[in-house]
């Protein structure tokens, strides 16, 4: 096994178990051009790199870029009317965050969006996309936050640097032409997670809660031994071995795995948190529990619209500029927004 992987306990064991599940499913040919493209960029799997090595490859969000230049379209990036860059305070230093404004008078609701990369990997720039459609989409201003990342900074400080954004947003939602009374958060993959532990955290810590959160195949269970994990254990770009590694440098030690800020579908009491849209994919090792969320949120009385789209996988999400199923859930995604804001 690779040196990267110095795994233990129950993570080793699963890293060498492969349970027997159904085959893989096929990406669909707007799929399959942006994971070729991806293969020809030279991306290798991320269990067999250092962090900061995976930190310099490229990433899905190139290989749509490349896609596009080799059919002779612009690789601009969506129009909002306005972007800015800020730094703002956070728990052990600063923290980045990018601002997204759309078109209009204002004031707009607001999203409080955090990206992914398995907590260890990705910035600003990689999901850029994903911001950029949502404030279009919800008419909303989008503020997308950085955070503390694995191996440096382990858990919990991605959480806590979140939560500090959240604050940020909350207190000052009124100066960048948002409305404090409209926020809701958002996340995809670890940023998913992220996003549905900061509803925990509000509630918990007594801060105003989201009218609304969208996860995006988010990270819920420290478990690889789900339907979806079976079925999607080499998958690109994100399979079993990749979560693992993720996991292996996200983690202090193996049993902050199961703390319910990560293993989200292990939560006591999920009574009394914010409308969920979830949206999963199903060329993706993430998607079963993603399901398990939105079922067990359900069961605790919180509306929940969850989809899953065939033919797509994990990073689909931001690829509108040349997969189709990427604009449609960004179209369910901004409709259920504006229904939370009232809109």
Do not use: C
Request: proline fraction near 7%.
């Amino acid at each position: 096994m690779n040196k990267y992987l110095a795994l233990s306990g129950l993570t080793l064991a699963l890293a060498l178990t492969s349970l027997p599940g159904a085959a893989q499913a096929q990406p669909d040919p707007q799929m399959k051009a942006v994971l070729d493209q991806l293969a020809r960029l030279g991306a290798k799997p991320l269990e067999k790199l250092t962090p900061d090595e995976a930190r310099l490859q490229p990433t899905p969000a190139d290989a749509v870029k490349a896609l596009l230049r080799s059919r002779g379209r612009s690789t601009a990036p969506e129009a909002v009317a306005n972007v800015e860059d800020r730094m703002i305070p956070g728990p052990a230093g600063q923290i980045a965050i990018r601002i997204y404004t759309p078109a209009g008078s204002g004031p707009f609701p607001v999203i409080h969006y955090i990206h992914g990369g398995g907590w260890v990997i990705a910035d600003l720039d990689v999901y850029d996309a994903s911001p950029r459609a949502l404030a279009n989409a919800a008419k909303a201003v989008v503020i997308s936050s950085h955070y503390r990342q694995g191996p440096e900074h382990k858990f919990p400080a991605a959480h806590e640097d979140s939560f500090a954004a959240y604050r940020w947003v909350v207190a000052n939602a009124g100066s960048i032409n948002g409305d404090p009374a409209r926020i809701a958060v958002a996340g995809e993959s670890a940023g998913g997670n992220l996003a549905a532990a900061i509803t925990m955290m509000a509630r918990e810590r007594g801060a105003p809660m989201p009218v609304h959160q969208l996860l995006i195949y988010p990270v819920a269970d420290y478990s690889f031994a789900t339907d979806s994990y079976q079925e999607n254990q080499t998958a690109k770009p994100l399979g079993k071995l990749a979560m693992m590694w993720f996991f292996h440098h996200h983690l202090a030690r193996p049993s902050d795995g199961l703390n319910p800020m990560l293993s989200i579908v292990r939560a006591e009491n999920l009574a009394g948190l914010p409308s969920a849209t979830i949206i999963t994919a199903e060329i993706d090792p993430l998607r079963s529990e993603g399901k398990e969320y939105a079922d067990r949120l359900s069961a605790a009385g919180v509306t929940v619209d969850y989809v899953n789209y065939d033919g797509v996988a994990h990073e689909f999400f931001g690829m509108g500029a040349v997969i189709d199923k990427a604009k449609q859930a960004v179209a369910r995604a901004g409709t259920n927004l504006q229904r939370a804001f009232g809109q």
